[in-house]
């Protein structure tokens, strides 16, 4: 073999190793399918849409959301899961997808190593809050008037097993205090109750409770954030009263099927970045009190594993079941 025939046999074989590189140079080659599990409407379809009309306009190709809501957000993250591995088919999905559900539900047939994360696009701030009128105005008053009516403070959720139970227990263990949850269908039942009285305290989306708490109607009295919310700036954070166990969020990310290709996952992580870092999404997310958050794929990969130990422990020592 010849020198010559050397360098071309080292050449090729350098070449088949390489990724495919048509299939990042013509993706998407059609329509993206972005499957959000919950139904149309909510907060998590109304933040999809908004991506989805950014990736459309970058693209040049239709960008369709598809709900598919119901058990918890497994039916459509199953579909995702069986999808084709060529970046067409999407998960829009809320941390109950992969955080919760495999502590609640073990019937389940996913399991986050069937999916690549791709892109975290929002974190959801939460404020805990009391009712008007009730006998406590802060965090320590509360804490004391709780441990002096043990078991008679009613605490609202979004539904047993939801990120606001777990949240609300989560509030209740490390004041060590005891509420009654009472289960609701929803925030908007929960959200109602809490202004007509009925429901004494709720770990509420900031979004709703930026917005009864200046109108008086409730009072924050903590956040659950790092930091303290720009909406919300007179509002302390748990932290810094002397509680850094009670931090707690939700989110909203996007993730495609195990084995779509590293260069569409990379492309797909940049474009959906620069949509989070602009400056019109996040004045549109903070109007509806969301945090726009950017991540790399591997430091999605790993945010997601550690929020499930951390709130599988906790549904563990809670004892919390879905019946």
Do not use: C
């Not at 299939?23 to 059609?30: F, I, V």
């Amino acid at each position: 073999m010849t020198a010559d025939q050397r360098v071309r046999r080292l050449l090729l074989a350098l070449m088949l190793a390489l990724p495919l590189g048509p299939a990042l140079a013509n993706y998407p080659e059609r329509t993206i399918n972005l499957i959000v599990p919950f139904p149309a409407g909510g907060t998590t379809d109304i933040v999809a849409r908004i991506v989805a009309e950014q990736l459309a306009t970058e693209y040049g190709r239709s960008v369709v959301i598809e709900n598919r809501g119901g058990a918890s957000t497994t039916i459509g993250a199953q579909a995702v899961a069986n999808a084709e591995k060529d970046g067409h088919t999407l998960l829009f999905t809320a941390a109950t997808t992969f955080t919760t559900n495999p502590h609640l539900l073990p019937a389940i047939r996913y399991k986050l190593e069937d999916f690549a994360p791709v892109a975290m696009v929002v974190k959801v701030p939460f404020a805990f809050v009391v009712r008007k009128g009730f006998p406590a105005d802060d965090v320590k008053s509360l804490r004391d008037y709780a441990r002096a009516h043990a078991g008679k403070i009613n605490n609202a959720t979004n539904g047993a097993g939801s990120t606001v139970h777990l949240l609300g227990e989560l509030v209740a263990r490390e004041l060590g205090i005891t509420v009654a949850h009472v289960h609701y269908r929803g925030a908007a039942p929960a959200m109602n109750d809490m202004l007509a009285g009925v429901i004494d305290t709720n770990v509420e989306a900031l979004a709703n409770a930026t917005q009864n708490h200046v109108a008086g109607q409730y009072k924050a009295l903590a956040v659950l954030s790092p930091k303290r919310l720009p909406q919300l700036p007179e509002v302390p954070t748990f932290s810094e009263l002397g509680y850094p166990g009670i931090v707690g969020e939700s989110w909203f990310a996007v993730f495609a099927p195990a084995g779509t290709a590293k260069p569409i996952i990379e492309q797909l992580n940049a474009s959906i970045s620069r949509i989070v870092r602009s400056a019109d999404f996040r004045q549109r997310m903070e109007a509806i009190g969301n945090e726009p958050t950017a991540m790399t794929p591997d430091e999605l990969d790993s945010y997601v594993r550690a929020e499930s130990q951390r709130l599988g422990k906790l549904i563990k020592d809670a004892g919390i079941t879905i019946q």
